[in-house]
């Protein structure tokens, strides 16, 4: 229960890595605010969670972090409804796929809104209150791909290369503070995104889906897909105490697809 006195705020936990994250809290006794787009899906998230931890208090904000107004006040909301925010977890994401001499302004730019502009936004209006109280940990989900550019994805890795570079420039401006900034590099991760992902790569590489994901284990020399629970451990733990001498990092959880 190394959470049971503190409020997580995380984005994107509606589905997928978000929800494990979501999840994983919980069960250490986090009270959550659980902000995403899909205002169904989180409200049913945070009705399972309830359910399961009625000890803790879950409050869900339906949320687009690409739009600063809103960001602020929902952030305004979590602060008046639990009094303050001890770690932030920026989790919400897109992606799409195609050869970038192919790829649309608005494919670009709705990579870069949520991907990188929504986990600044996030931090810019959080931050100040936990500057004030001279703690907190923010965790950021990058990727694999903010590390290792690949083919059909370079709006997706250039978001995430941002959110690997804006975590390291976070971690510098935060220290004096005593505010830790950090952030995971998740590899082949079996969610609802990898499934769609692995639709459009098929279709754009002319082979199969099984031939696809095949080629995701192969590149893993723990030769299997990551799961959404591989990475809310490595979250959580970033968030803990155990990690209070960890700031600027992005921590691979790859299966070894990346050792950098």
Known sequence: ???????VCITGCAQGIG??????FAAEGASL????????????????????S??????????????????????????AEFGGIDILINNAGVSTMGDFWNLTEEEWDFNMDVNAKGVWLMCKHVAPHMIELRQGKIVNTASMAGKMGAALEAHYAASKFGVVGF????????????????????????????????????????????????????????????????VARVVTFLASSDADFMTGQAINVTGGACMH
């Open 1 to 7: 229960m190394r959470f049971a006195d503190k409020v």
């Open 19 to 24: 929800k494990s994250i979501a999840e994983a």
């Open 33 to 52: 605010a659980l902000c995403d787009k899909d205002a169904a899906g989180v409200a049913a998230l945070r009705d399972r969670l309830a359910a399961t």
């Open 54 to 79: 009625p000890q803790a208090t879950f409050r869900c904000y339906e949320l687009d972090v690409r739009i600063e107004g809103d960001v602020a006040a929902t952030v305004d909301r979590v602060f």
């Open 167 to 230: 975590t390291q420039a976070a971690a510098h401006e935060l220290a004096p503070y005593g505010v830790n900034v950090n952030c995971v590099c998740p590899g082949f991760v079996k969610t609802g995104m990898q499934s769609r992902e692995v639709e459009w790569e098929a279709k754009l590489r002319g082979i199969s889906e099984e031939s696809v994901v095949a080629g995701y284990i192969a590149q893993t020399p723990l030769g299997r897909l990551c799961l959404p629970e591989d």
